[in-house]
């Protein structure tokens, strides 16, 4: 029971992957229901008291085409919704790589706002990938040259569908979080690839970019998707949670939400999503 008034109160939504493709069954993965799962999470969302709605990465499995019928279940969501993309939304023809995040009606790449104290950091986690560049983009030679030599080093996260957060990225969070700092302010960073524990699907450049958070007095949370097991740890006082992915499973659902009140945070999972009840 909340003991105290919240300060935010977010709905989590993770790796929808929307498709009209033929199921992966043996990845348990059913990409044409999303859309149910969708609009059961939205209509639970519109029974709460949000803030916000949060959707983390890979609203579609691949195609430009699956973006409009999925962006148009959210139209009866009665709060704001964030978006940021994943590694799934530019599986799409090279050409229309840089419509992704207009189409997801972001103001930028990667950038912040505040609600009743806290700063949402949204950041782009596909900065410096093979996939999402588009062609001609240096990042994507800088990402093929990374990708090289983490696969030389044998690091587990090695894959084509992992990418990495450039350095004028991570030194724009860095300010970010001071600013919070500055301001008094708590912070949650997003991202769609998750950095603690590190795992095969932690972002290439994980541990800098977790330790970069966990620095900041300010950051009370990272959230993220990418990998759809769900994961979760803390780093100093910085907990780092990883949401379960919606695609998987024919009929059950997985959504959150999140309640920041002065000295906890609560989470309340739907479906197969976990709940939890952490300290701040």
Known sequence: MLTNTPLLRLGIIADPQYAEIPNNESANRFYSNS?????????????????????LG??????????????????????????????????????????????????????DRVING?????TDCCDISTFAPPPGDPRQAEAETQLTA???????????????????????????????????????????????????????NADAVAKAIAASPSAIAYLSGHDHRGNYGQLGKTHFINFKGMVDTERDNAFATLTVLSDTMEIEGFGREQSRHLLL
């Open 118 to 122: 806290v700063r949402l950091i949204v």
């Open 35 to 55: 859309l149910t799962k969708l609009r059961a999470a939205i209509h639970a969302f519109n029974m709460l008291d949000l803030d916000a709605v949060v959707v």
């Open 150 to 204: 983490l696969k030389t080093q044998g690091a587990i996260n090695a894959h084509s569908w992992n990418a990495a957060m450039g350095t004028t990225q991570l030194d724009w969070l860095k300010s970010r979080l001071s600013l919070a700092e500055s301001n008094g302010e708590k912070a949650i960073v997003l991202g769609h690839y998750p950095l603690h524990p590190f795992t095969d699907h932690a972002l290439w």
């Open 58 to 111: 890979d609203l579609i499995d691949r195609g430009f085409e699956h973006f409009a019928p999925a962006l148009q279940t959210f139209e009866v969501l009665r709060h704001p919704v964030m978006f940021l993309p994943g590694n799934h939304d530019f599986a799409v023809k090279p050409e229309q790589r840089s419509m992704v995040q207009a189409a997801l009606d972001m103001p930028a790449p990667y950038y």
